[in-house]
């Protein structure tokens, strides 16, 4: 069995590095059926177990004082909004209108007791949701809103939001609903649409729905996380989830886009492409160097390997022998994360005014982990592109969220990033309960 699992990787480094020292010349053409490999990176995986699988949940302690996360050098970082119920998301219009999600997961009797035991409750808000979007609008242009109002109230678990035209789009946890929608209304009272019923409940930290458009508007994706870490409830729990979904802006046509992604939260268009991007969030209890969470431009009909496989074809043990047709299509992504580090934002930077660097380039925002033996994750991360394709390895962006490692004890978590208009970066810090901007 370790002799089989071991060529299995070694094969997966093979493909890797066959592909590395293509890329110089012709391309190996990637569709559903091969397994093509990142130029970018090597990736070295150990065997599954190869350390043990522990929880250590962080210990939010806030920011105080002046205390603030650290960007590069000639970046500034300022309080954007505070006082927030869990931020978790931020969308900006075409007219500059900010809105800001707050949601988060709710824990409740014997759950609730079992999360203050273990450490979670410290973690993260697990309280009543708010349920609610928030309008912020800065209209003199300093950098700070001076108009903050609820924009649309009493929902489910919001997150994704999308305006289309005349339409305001919200990514409950259990449907996606449509709004009439006007520029610069600061109040949504109208009845909304429920135009597509979304699986919700099982594994509760994958509640979240995010929703982004193509160029021309034709058409909507919608991503789902899974019901379960690894299948455990039975993939009959699975359908619809852990996959992309495409449809018309009305709701219909609805097909898979692709599927085997885990929690594929974070999704954006890489600039001057009409390829869509997702930042997945992978499976746990493998131990600390597995799965790597990872950022991959997605292929139509392509299958990223949950629950069977990851990283291309290496079979997770806990699936053993199940579906070899899927462990055998199983796509590689592009970019590796890290592993647990709970990479769910995403924006490419598409603006002028941060260095030439980081124009094309990609923010990952890294909530942080749980399933580590030493916190990682708990920062945004940089990934360099050039023509839409990625051209290096993650490299630290907006760090300081840690306070005491050894502790376990952090000042906040990062989740969605937005680059606005004005070049500026957005940072939903839902632990703190704010929102950060970086300027250059």
């Known amino acids: 069995m370790r002799t089989f699992r071991t060529f299995l990787i070694y094969l997966s480094a093979f493909v890797l590095l066959t592909y590395c020292k293509q890329q110089s010349g012709e391309q190996t053409a990637q569709t559903a059926d091969t397994v093509a490999a990142t130029p970018v990176q090597q ?18 302690l806030g920011w105080s004082g002046g205390q603030k996360p650290v960007a590069p050098e000639g970046f500034a970082v300022t309080k954007f909004a505070a006082g927030l119920v869990n931020p978790r998301w931020i969308c900006q219009a075409p007219n500059g209108d900010i809105f800001v999600a707050e949601a988060n997961t709710e824990s409740k009797g014997a759950k609730k007791v079992a999360d ?33 109002q609820v924009f649309l109230a009493n929902l489910n678990k919001p997150f994704g939001m999308l305006v289309l035209g005349n339409r305001f789009y919200v990514a409950n946890t259990d449907g996606l609903w449509r709004y009439p929608y006007q520029p610069g209304q600061e109040r949504i ?13 099982g594994y509760n930290n994958h509640w979240t729905r995010n929703v982004i458009a193509n160029a021309d508007g034709s058409k909507i994706y919608v991503s789902v996380g ?3 870490n690894v299948g455990e409830y039975g993939m009959d729990k699975e359908v619809r989830r852990a996959a992309i979904l495409e449809m ?9 886009y692709a ?4 929690n594929p939260v974070g999704m954006d268009w890489a600039p001057g492409t009409q390829t869509l991007w997702t930042a997945v969030n992978e499976r746990d209890e493998l131990g600390d160097e597995l799965v790597p969470d990872y950022l991959a431009g997605v292929k139509e009909g392509g299958f990223y390997g949950w629950p069977y ?18 462990v055998k299509k199983t796509l590689v992504p592009d970019v590796a994360l890290g592993s647990h580090t709970a990479s769910l934002g995403l924006a490419f930077y598409d603006q002028a005014a941060f260095p030439e660097k980081y124009r094309g380039g990609a923010f990952v925002g890294q909530h ?36 005491n490692r050894e502790n376990g004890e952090v000042y906040g978590r990062p989740v969605g990033v937005t680059v606005l208009a004005d070049g500026s970066l957005l940072v939903a810090d839902d632990a703190a309960n704010t929102v950060w901007r970086i300027s250059h």
């Not at 009272?189 to 409940?201: D, H």
């Not at 942080?368 to 030493?374: D, L």
């Open 309 to 326: 496989a990851y990283f291309g074809p290496i079979e997770d043990p806990r699936m053993k022998g199940q579906r070899p047709d899927l």
């Open 248 to 256: 018309n802006p009305d709701g219909t046509q609805e097909r898979i």
């Open 189 to 201: 009272t109208a009845q909304g649409q429920k135009i597509a019923e979304l699986p919700a409940g």
């Open 368 to 403: 942080g982990s749980w399933n580590s033996s030493q916190l990682v994750g708990y920062k945004v991360v940089f990934v360099p592109f050039k023509n839409g394709k990625p051209t290096g390895k993650p490299e630290d962006f907006l760090t300081g969220f840690i306070a």
């Open 116 to 148: 203050q035991v273990t450490g979670k409750a410290q973690s993260q808000r697990l309280a009543e949701s708010a349920d609610r979007i928030t309008l912020l609008r800065d209209t003199n242009q300093d950098g700070r809103p001076d108009v903050r």
């Open 259 to 262: 599927s085997g992604l885990r």
């Open 226 to 228: 899974s019901a379960s």
């Open 43 to 60: 990736v070295k995986l150990p065997e599954p177990y190869a350390t043990e699988s522990v929880k250590k949940y962080s210990k939010v």
